[in-house]
DNA sequence: CTCAATGCAAAGTTTTTGCACGGTT
DNA sequence: AACCGTGCAAAAACTTTGCATTGAG
């Protein structure tokens, strides 16, 4: 495999979604970014997201409506998104039952089963709000 | 809201998304029907498998490859995406686990997570055969 | 008759890629 | 010097949308 070199770019990508705990899309990771290196292309930043993904140090979450989001949190959790606004958030689940999950989906998958991006759907609070005040009208 | 109509181009989209275990995407599902309507529109799929997702008569799966999938089973169950070929697998959990998961997650989601779009990712057997070959050259 | 659904094509969004040049090793 | 990474722009992949027409109620 080709070997890796560093890069200002990639090492400021990695900085950010590793302080950030917005799972960022690429294009907010873009915006961000540019303000240390006005000329990063956006390619740039996807080939740095899918890279580092592919190494293990981010996760690509799929989001139903709207791009992908990134996560440089590393300790294996699971995430949740609202189906609503499209954001995710972490989800802090008790150790127990994700390794009984884990063990039941790894049956199927043969021990390869990554619980850094197990996902679940639903509403959060914020858009709950939004709703609850749009229904009384 | 707008008053539901009667389509045959719907209701063979709905029937296709019934019977088949593959979580086909869009296009694969236009494929599908364009046998029976050769004339059906990929914009025609998209409308109708959006609106059925609206309507909770199918699901739909984001994928971190490729497009969204679609899955008409609608008994509560998760999902398991391999990262290597893209396929979504139906996984059986069980529900005492599911359960638990869910009530972990509900705690921050309010009693709105769907329990039809919680989701792993993993690698399946078929792609594990072929990694595995690969590696040995 | 009314309005939802369709087919078609154009446009929108998100992501990838080819290429020449600059940076790291 | 070798070759990886970048910036730029074009292209690809996926999805939505406007509009005239067809079809259900």
Do not use: W
Not at 53 to 73: H, L, M, N, S, W
């Amino acid at each position: 495999m080709a070997t890796l070199k560093y890069s200002r770019q990639r090492e400021s990508i990695k900085e950010y979604l590793s302080k950030t705990r917005s799972h960022p899309t690429a294009d907010s990771v873009y915006l961000h970014v540019k303000e240390e290196f006005p000329n990063i292309s956006l390619g740039t930043v996807y080939r740095n997201l899918n890279l580092l993904a592919d190494i293990g140090e981010a996760v690509k979450i799929a989001t139903p409506d709207g791009g992908d989001r990134f996560d440089g949190r590393t300790e294996p959790h699971y995430h949740v998104v609202c189906t609503s606004c499209g954001n995710v958030f972490d989800l802090e689940l008790d150790p127990q039952y994700m390794e009984a999950v884990n063990q039941t989906a790894n049956q199927y998958f043969d021990g390869t089963i990554d619980n850094h991006t197990s996902l679940f759907y639903g509403t959060c609070s914020e858009c709950l709000k939004k709703n609850s005040s749009k229904d009384l009208k």
